[in-house]
Structures are given as C-alpha cells and as structure tokens.
C-alpha cells in the first residue's frame, strides 16, 4: 500500500505544492462557505441571502487550479499514471470547475460544503495510489481526448448525482410534519438549498452535458478502439456497465422532453445512473490496483 515512486517525490517542493497547498486553501474555502451559511440562515431575507452567498471565490479558483495540475503531474521519470484514485480526483476537480461556474447565478453553498471535503481526501488519495502507467498508450491520438471526455462525463454526472440526492433531502423534509419543535441541523442545511424548481433546472443541466460527454467517450472507445486502447474493440464489463448507464441517462432525458418526468422519477434515474458509471471504471480499477494488486 506504500507509495509507488522511483524517486522521492514526496519530499520534492513542487509535490508540496501542488498537493498540500490546494488541499489547505479547499480547507479555507470550507470553512468560509460554512460561516456563509451561517450567515444566511440567521437572515432568511432575499436580498441578505444573496449578499451572503459564499464567496472564498479566490481561494477556491486557486486551489482548483493546483489541483488540476496534479492531475498531469507525471509519476514515474515522466511517465503517466492513472487508476481509481486518480480518476476520483479527477471527477472532483470537474465537478468543482463546474460548480465555480454555476455558484455565479445559483446559491449552491450547501453543495460546496458537501463537495470540499471530499475534494481534500481525493486530491491526496493518489499519493498513495498513483495507478497504473500507461506508457504508449499515452502516445496515441485518441487516447487522450478519450481520457478526457470520460473524466468530464464522470465529474459533471457525479455533480448531477449529488444534486439528486440533495434534492430527495429536500423533498422529504418538506414532507416532515410540521412542529413546534426546532429545525434539526439536517433541515437548517437543506434550508441553504435553491427551491427544488431551481435544483430540478440545474440537474438535468448537468444530466444532459453529461449524456453527451459519456455518449462521445462510449463511441469512441467501441468504434475507435485501435486508435485508443491499440486492440480491437472487446466488450468488457466496465463497457457494458457504461452502456447500461448511457441508457439510464438517455432514457431519463427522452422522459423529460417526451413526458415531462421530474421529481423522484428524475432523481432516482440519476443515482442509480452514476452508481453503475462508478461500477464502469473506478469499481473495476479498485479491484485490480487495492485488491488484486495489479497494475
């Protein structure tokens, strides 16, 4: 379980950068985004809740910029590294950008507060799982941007995910009888969230990118799989998990045009979407480097 470096990578200063400071400034920017929440609770006002929007926007843009440099930093004497943990890293720096952007018009702050955390544990995770090298793979013309569209799939469903599932905590607390007794703290953190109409707008947002990132990155692997992976096209388990998925989301998003699907329907469509997207690649690499050891 150790660190896989030639070289003693860890006590570089560029490693401290890249990894530690990032990993520091996520800390602040959580820390901020929760007083920023506190702020807006105590101030139930439209226009009080809009000036406590969080805004550690400096701090955060930093540390994703580091972060997505961590992601190209080269392992092994220049070589390139990719298993689970850097695949998690990867769909969290995604989702970060992604959010970044949309927190500009919509006060997502409980979306941080849930994504920063988890952003710390993966930004660090590879330093102990760096993944396997892929040599001259890495050469090919379609490998990268293969690598990169599915990457993107995954950190922007991840997003659509973890919207769902804030989306079913609101719902059910709305459903809640109503008392005399005080909000607990999950209702005063579900009372951060958007309406549920403005949640339901920004998922299928991030659904339908997402749709057309996973479709690019399923097609070009199964047509193009020369090209890509070197081998002709096998059908694999991560590829028929990732299929299945395809067809969650696609048929998810023809529900909506055609039937106007929303609500629970919406939610539980993209959870279980993205449980078998993760089941694709990171469920199977996991396996092969922490598991079975291979590389």
């Not at 409980?110 to 793979?137: K, Q, S, W």
């Not at 995910?161 to 719902?171: E, H, I």
């Not at 005080?182 to 339908?208: D, K, Y």
């Amino acid at each position: 379980m150790g660190l896989r470096y030639t070289s003693n990578t860890m006590t570089e200063p560029i490693v401290l950068i890249l990894f530690f400071v990032p990993a520091a400034l996520y800390s602040m920017a959580w820390i901020a985004s929760r007083k920023s929440a506190s702020l807006t609770a105590e101030n139930r006002g439209a226009v009080v809740a809009a000036q406590a929007a969080p805004r550690p926007d400096w701090m955060l843009l930093v540390a994703i910029v580091l972060h997505g440099a961590t992601l190209a930093w080269p392992w092994d004497d220049g070589g390139f590294r990719f298993g689970f943990a850097k695949a998690l890293s990867a769909m969290l720096w995604i989702g970060l950008v992604m959010l970044w952007f949309e927190s500009r018009k919509v006060h997502l702050v409980a979306m941080r507060l849930m994504l920063l955390p988890l952003a710390i544990i993966t930004l660090l995770l590879p330093l102990a799982y760096p993944g396997a090298d892929f040599g001259e793979l890495s050469h090919r013309p379609l490998f990268v941007p293969h690598l990169l569209a599915g990457t993107l799939a995954y950190g922007v469903l991840m997003l659509g995910a973890l919207n769902a599932v804030l989306m079913l905590g609101v719902q059910r607390d709305l459903q809640r009888p109503i008392t005399d007794a005080p909000p607990g703290a999950m209702s005063r953190f579900l009372g951060q969230l958007p309406p549920l109409m403005v949640l339901e707008r920004v998922l299928f947002h991030f659904i339908g990118v997402g749709f057309v990132l996973l479709l690019i990155t399923t097609l070009s692997g199964m047509l193009f799989s020369e090209q890509v992976f070197g081998r002709p096209f096998v059908l694999e388990h991560k590829t028929v998990f990732s299929l299945i998925s395809l067809a969650f989301f696609g048929v998810l998003l023809a529900g909506r045009a055609a039937r106007g699907w929303r609500g629970r329907i919406a939610m539980r469509f993209t959870i279980g979407g993205f449980i078998l997207l993760l089941l694709a690649y990171v469920g199977s690499r996991f396996v092969l480097e922490v598991v079975l050891h291979r590389f």
